[in-house]
């Protein structure tokens, strides 16, 4: 019914940036909330950042600031601007949606952060 797919991932300098997509298609109107979710070595499955059919936003509190989640409708697209990375943000990095039926997951991109 949905389909996600994340882009953008790579290595990257502590201090430096990458902007993440997420391409949806399929039954988008279904699609009440969007969120980048991930998932470092050794830790839990952690939300980042979502937003709202009503275009509100949350944000994990070690990344605000930092972090930016948007949309782009007319694309079906949703992006994440990731700033002043730090090693820590390592992890592999899932688009996630909820749908009315369903929730919906990409297959992940790794960040990595390192000198």
């Known amino acids: 019914q949905v389909q996600l797919v994340e882009s953008g991932g790579g290595l990257v300098q502590p201090g430096g940036s990458l902007r993440l997509s997420c391409a949806a298609s399929g039954n988008i109107a279904s699609i009440a909330v969007m969120g980048w979710y991930r998932q470092a070595p050794g830790k839990q499955r952690d939300m980042v950042a979502i937003?709202?059919?009503?275009?509100?936003?949350d944000y994990k509190d070690s990344v605000k600031g930092r972090f930016t989640i948007s949309r782009d409708n007319a694309k079906n697209m949703m992006y994440l601007q990731m700033n002043t990375l730090i090693p820590e943000d390592t992890a592999v990095y899932y688009c996630g949606a909820v749908g009315r039926p369903g929730t919906y997951w990409g297959h992940g991109t790794q960040v990595t952060v390192s000198s």
């Open positions: 937003i709202r059919s009503g275009g509100s936003t």
